[in-house]
């Protein structure tokens, strides 16, 4: 994919055309199912952290993302046209998509980890991705939407996905749950924690207006790092016990000087939050508490995907949606989120 | 403990005495059991790195540590006299003993995490010693040892059984493991991943004499970090797969720089070693290997030293002990042990 | 315990005084703290399935119970004295205990698993129990209540713990989850698995009355076994995917004939109900579907009791006390326990 | 497959051709190789139990067996010739294959459970087998063999695969392990438990001649219940603690009878061995011990076969081999198995 896709002027996408700054909308060649491939006809697309990423053009973009590159992974649309050999969609079909195209040849993918495949490729990263009205994708990604879940909202299951893994991974069930990064993510988080039967819910970050929508979704307190210490927080809300389990959702060199402080002896630290170089780390209180730091990326394929779907009859998570906008006003988007105002965005191709 | 041992002159006794660097051999009044309260003729005790902690006077032993203290831990003797209310051992009874002093009542202890008790305090650290012809503990730490178990092994009963903790932690069996650091318990994780079926064990340390011993009691491969490259050894003897399981035992910097990348995606990494201030991390490879990051300290108590007791059947852990010396000789085994040259030292009272 | 009680008039209990059916108010001899023990004033106590047991003089009871033998278990009240040694409750203390006086020296009980102790005297079983005015039980057993929990729902915290336990033991967050079994415990479990993010919560039984308690708790939906076919409906009502977990907490021949067919692949059935005889297993079952089937009893010393106070300031479970009664109308409690139209009935002394 | 293939005389197959007892060595049409699958010609193929049930023609065969039917599925031998689409195996290749072809559409195998398939076709069992000059398989089951792995050896990794998967279930290191069934599976079990670090092996069985090779193999004690209590003998040898691990492989009744009373409270029984009809179980042990009985089958897609490959570089298991025969001998090899004076026979086409 993405060789040539701006010689013809057949549809409409967001991407990176230039090694600097922002996105440009564009006209590019509408792509063709090749075998075991499938054409879907986005329907609608979020904006994720990524997207910033790649929009700000940061060094991890410039060493990942070869230009030109359609954007964009978090989609949901209708199958337009099969490519030979698919078998399990069929044009009309309403579906999303697995991120992580995994190459199933590695030792990863044949050992049930397919998440952690040794070859994977990113969809929107390192191939064409769904800010566009459409996007071609391996059968094997595909995955076929509940008919009763809305447009506006499939669109985050993949993201809600990461949360349902984290917080999996993390075992909430009468715990005591300090969640660092009022980002999409850890407001998902609070979400579900409620959700899975966590004693307390605590949701750690710094802009209000996010916080208050983790309160809004499931968190019992909010602590403000901008202004409140997050460790004292949780060890006077937790009568000096600390949490049980905190996951840690922001990448954040200070949320790490606290997690691992807030957290009691033999607790749980979900490692999710990506960062930017080394984190300082007080190690020997890992070692003495007996602390797990478990990394979770992703989702597991496909299993989270089944518990997502399940998940979504239950749970409304539309109040992260706050703003849905046309594919073409991407900029007024991209700009609430980089100031931190919006938590989802929602574009329509 | 530990008010006015010094006036009387009853027993030898290895103290720090003044806030500055070294020990004193000293003569000490004999502690006399209260109720719960066992006393305990020492035949033998081992040095550990806490005790080289203190014989330098380091930030972390200033800050702990009240003078005058007799220090050791690691030991085995003859139950000389019980005090009143102890029920389950008698004068004449061969014991050892689990380090750390548990309160009983915490929410830790409650929980069958003992080790990890919150009110711990630790022989010879916080209260007087086995560095010295008796010892006082309370019978609820005091363990019953094998009969057949040599007076000269029993004292390693507690370094081995951190490694006994630590590498069931692991789950070994089948696996390719790294262990870095080849200080007793490194050494002993050899023995033990050996035992427990690793596919492979590369230990990776500084010292030449070191590494020759852990190859001896089990290590498949050694590699010396000073003219090796860890983890390209690591790619190298895994055919690029990297190791399962990664044990940590060193806290060194370095380690740690190369910790990260030794271990496979989805694999585990036991934090062990104690560090001098934080560690730099590369947290994304954590999150983004899924890499599981499990701090150790101590022993279950006491399923430890039940598993070390009957693993002691089993192993000869005795290459490891490189030194033995009356306890007045002390200072030629603490410089050995400065110098790398010594693995474990038995001092004699 | 136990001997001479009778010959004095000091308190009302309620006794086991015949080899045959029934109990017997008696005026029993006061008890006095010993080392190590606590007297407690009873404020209330409630009926359990095993003082039916003990009601009925079943083969059971008549192989284990020495009489005369004051019965019950499930109770609480106030410190009224203390005897030497005891250090963490006083008079006046607002108390529970946990059933199982556990030895504190078995393998078991040194390994952190003290709910499986070789040793085990059960309360209102081994040693005399807690119908009555007053009981006496060694400290290591008391858990001191949460003040605001009501004196008749206090006593619930010792099966509501079962409960918990057992739950904990299935891991229930995002699964279908089938309960075998009306009785106090099986009804317990729908709130708990409700509360821990059960996606369904199905309630198999025989008595309506009971069921609808169940619903009432927490049970999506409930299987009245007498008229409708457990499987047929479980497959129903999951779309044919089957239960991911079953808790079997009747231990009834037709239930377990069920519950290997409720359940999925790969899918876990926790083992609680008591069984009268052996029970006919389809093994291949077991096998072929790798099928985890997990005995629990008790709760987790006192890991369970932590959890049930916490859980109990959140869950109100007094919708399962249908009864409650002075002490000396036990009779009235009894009989409708055995006409199931009971299902907690609380006895005041 | 298996239509229409006695039409010509192209190769040779061991058939079950009628519904009575026996097999017959037939000409066989050699099968072609459709899209995504690959013709593979037979090196050597050992007999498993099932080939004895479907010689037998027992009611488990008569259900499940579609006449004419080519069985074996234990076997190794080099590719063929590949048909469409196949793109990760060669002809030349040496491969072995996983028995159970798996759909990859339903729930388990879309999450890691590929060996629970609820659609799951057993070569030679489902469709024709491995006693024959030639089969054809879908590629996703073809395995590439380690090219020093003997060609005898090779088709033992499909059973070997069966006991690497139980006993890694099971958690051994360290453990008494009692094994119950002195069949393939039982014996490959003791040199797993050995290797893995086991304190203690005991094999169990009926067999003086299999029990010595398990002995040979791995276990330090033998128990022949034709002449001992086997749970007398494994209190004996443990010193009344009993096994921490069982793994039951007979699927006898008898052999249920012991397990439960043979493992430890708190310990793990892997229920492996498949049974005729219904067992008798005492389930209030299962209750009272917290026993947790895991079924087991199959191995797990594909990384048991990665461990598999793995151990066979380091364990050698060709004393299980007790018979080598040309294929068309196949009735001796049959027979000694019938009377249990073979473990493994190997048959070469």
Redesign the interface.
């Known amino acids: 994919m993405g060789s040539g896709i701006y010689n013809a002027h057949e549809m409409k996408a967001l991407a990176k055309r230039s090694a600097r700054e922002g996105l440009e909308l564009v006209e590019a060649e509408t792509p063709r199912p090749g075998p075991g491939e499938v054409l879907i006809k986005v329907a609608a697309a979020s904006v994720c952290g990524t997207d910033l990423h790649i929009y700000s053009w940061d060094e991890w973009s410039r060493s990942r993302i070869a230009i030109p590159r359609i954007i964009g992974h978090e989609f949901c649309g209708y199958v337009e046209e099969i490519g030979p ?1 698919v078998e ?1 969609v069929a044009p009309g079909d309403y579906v999303s998509a697995e991120t992580h195209i995994y190459c199933g ?1 590695c ?2 993918c ?4 397919a ?2 495949c ?1 070859e994977v490729k990113i969809v929107g990263v390192d191939r064409d991705g769904a800010f566009a009205e459409y996007i071609v994708l391996p059968e094997k990604v595909v995955w076929k939407n509940d008919p009763s879940l809305p447009i506006r909202v499939a669109p985050l299951q993949e993201p809600f996905g990461n949360a349902v893994h984290a917080v ?1 991974r993390a075992g ?3 715990k005591r749950v300090a969640i660092f990064g009022d980002g999409p993510i850890g407001i998902f988080a609070c979400a579900l924690a409620r ?3 966590a ?1 307390s819910v605590w949701l750690i970050g710094l802009s209000t207006a996010r916080l208050e929508i983790g309160k809004k979704l499931g968190a019992d307190e909010i602590i403000n790092a901008s202004t409140q210490n997050p460790v004292a927080e949780v060890r006077r809300l937790s009568g000096g ?1 600390r949490a049980d389990v905190v996951l840690e959702m922001s ?1 954040a060199t200070t949320a ?1 000087a606290n997690a691992l402080f807030a957290v009691r ?2 607790g749980r630290v979900i ?5 930017r170089g ?7 209180t ?12 992703g989702r ?1 394929i ?2 989270t995907w ?2 997502t779907q ?2 979504l009859t ?1 749970l409304d998570i539309s109040p992260a949606i706050t703003d849905e906008l046309p594919l073409e006003d991407f900029e007024v988007g991209f700009q609430k989120l980089f100031r931190r105002e919006a938590v989802k965005v929602v574009l329509y191709p």
């Open positions: 050999g399990e040849r030792y990863m044949r050992t049930g980890r998440h952690l040794e999996r909430v069930g009468g959700k899975f039967g004693k016990r990448g790490w002896p033999g490692a999710f939050g990506l960062s080394q984190i300082p780390w007080d190690l020997n890992v070692v003495f508490n007996e602390i797990e730091v478990i990394g979770v990326v597991l496909f299993e089944y518990e399940e998940l239950e």
